[in-house]
């Protein structure tokens, strides 16, 4: 898969390359652009897929916390 269609998967679901890149590789965003100009290897989709349901999953998790706590006021 081509760099810009990583970048637009992941955009697509809402979380940012910034979360991404720590999540799934351990680098900067910096980095992250520069990966992004090449084409991943299924290994590296692969990492980047776990990444964003993980991130979505932790957001879904803070947002319920938040209407918890907000329903309590």
Not at 22 to 28: E, Q, T, V
Not at 31 to 36: A, G, I, Q
Not at 39 to 65: C, G, H, M, N, P
């Amino acid at each position: 898969m081509s760099g810009e269609e990583v970048r637009k998967l992941i955009l697509a679901n809402n979380v940012k390359l910034w979360e991404v890149a720590k999540k799934a590789f351990g680098i900067s965003d910096g980095n992250f652009s520069r990966k992004l100009r090449k084409d991943f290897s299924d290994e590296e989709l692969q990492k980047v897929i776990v990444a964003i349901e993980e991130l979505k999953s932790e957001k879904r998790k803070t947002y319920e916390l938040f209407q918890t706590i907000e329903s309590k006021k």
